[in-house]
């Protein structure tokens, strides 16, 4: 495979942005990472998902971190686990297993990680992916995602902001939400103090102007 090109982000990005774009880039603009007990399960989960190496099961082939890569949404990543199907052709269809510490979500970021892994691998090999799975830690269960025109529409839309974001080399400020409680760039990112902050120049600003 070709090595990643310097204007190439990490796919992880994706679901960093997805999550929140001042995460995305504390993390790929800042270079700066903490973890948490979340991410050091989800961390053990994926190199679990990655330990096996590469298995062949009659028309079944698994092949476990996978080295991926795309041109058209600029980015490259690692597949935890792409399931080879022999078609009745008798050529090898790609399926994409990505492997999530918790449970399924309202949003469907996961669901565009994945989908952008098949823009990857259909890229690499010239073959069409249709369809993957997410297997979730908590529930001990596989989703299957059908890689529908507006999951792909979603997933390169995101590339070009996740990408944007990446080349203006600048931190959104912070707003504190509920969700920030659970990130592992809290104590880095401190939301609430500089929300704090702010409402309270604010607040002097009105004051002196009554």
């Given at each position: 495979?070709?090595?990643?090109?310097?204007?190439?982000?990490?796919?992880?990005?994706?679901?960093?942005?997805?999550?929140?774009?001042?995460?995305?880039a504390?993390?790929?603009?800042?270079?700066?990472?903490?973890?948490?007990?979340?991410?050091?399960?989800?961390r053990?989960?994926?190199?679990?998902?990655?330990?096996?190496?590469?298995?062949?099961?009659?028309?079944?082939?698994?092949?476990?971190?996978?080295?991926?890569?795309?041109?058209?949404?600029?980015?490259h990543g690692?597949?935890?686990?792409?399931?080879?199907?022999?078609?009745?052709?008798?050529?090898?269809?790609?399926?994409?297993?990505?492997?999530?510490?918790?449970?399924?979500?309202?949003?469907?970021?996961?669901?565009?990680?994945?989908?952008?892994?098949?823009?990857?691998?259909?890229?690499?090999?010239?073959?069409?992916?249709?369809?993957?799975?997410?297997?979730?830690?908590?529930?001990?269960?596989?989703?299957?995602?059908?890689?529908?025109?507006?999951?792909?529409?979603?997933t390169?839309?995101?590339?070009?902001?996740?990408?944007?974001?990446?080349?203006?080399?600048?931190?959104?400020?912070?707003?504190?939400?509920?969700?920030?409680?659970?990130?592992?760039?809290?104590?880095?990112?401190?939301?609430?103090a500089?929300?704090?902050?702010?409402?309270a120049?604010?607040?002097?600003?009105?004051?002196?102007?009554?």
């Amino acid at each position: 495979m070709t090595p990643a090109s310097e204007d190439s982000f990490p796919l992880s990005a994706l679901q960093h942005f997805a999550f929140c774009p001042r995460q995305c880039a504390l993390i790929h603009v800042e270079r700066q990472w903490a973890e948490n007990s979340l991410t050091a399960q989800g961390r053990v989960l994926h190199d679990r998902a990655h330990e096996a190496g590469t298995e062949s099961r009659g028309d079944l082939r698994i092949a476990r971190a996978l080295p991926l890569q795309s041109a058209s949404l600029g980015l490259h990543g690692v597949a935890d686990v792409v399931e080879f199907h022999r078609q009745p052709d008798g050529t090898w269809r790609p399926f994409p297993v990505e492997y999530k510490r918790g449970r399924p979500k309202s949003e469907p970021i996961d669901a565009v990680q994945l989908c952008a892994q098949a823009v990857c691998l259909e890229e690499m090999l010239g073959v069409s992916v249709p369809a993957g799975a997410l297997f979730y830690g908590a529930t001990k269960r596989r989703l299957d995602v059908v890689f529908d025109a507006a999951l792909r529409a979603a997933t390169r839309e995101l590339a070009v902001a996740v990408a944007a974001l990446i080349a203006g080399q600048r931190t959104p400020p912070p707003v504190f939400e509920p969700k920030c409680r659970g990130c592992s760039l809290l104590e880095l990112c401190r939301p609430q103090a500089v929300t704090r902050s702010a409402s309270a120049h604010l607040a002097r600003l009105m004051a002196a102007s009554d």
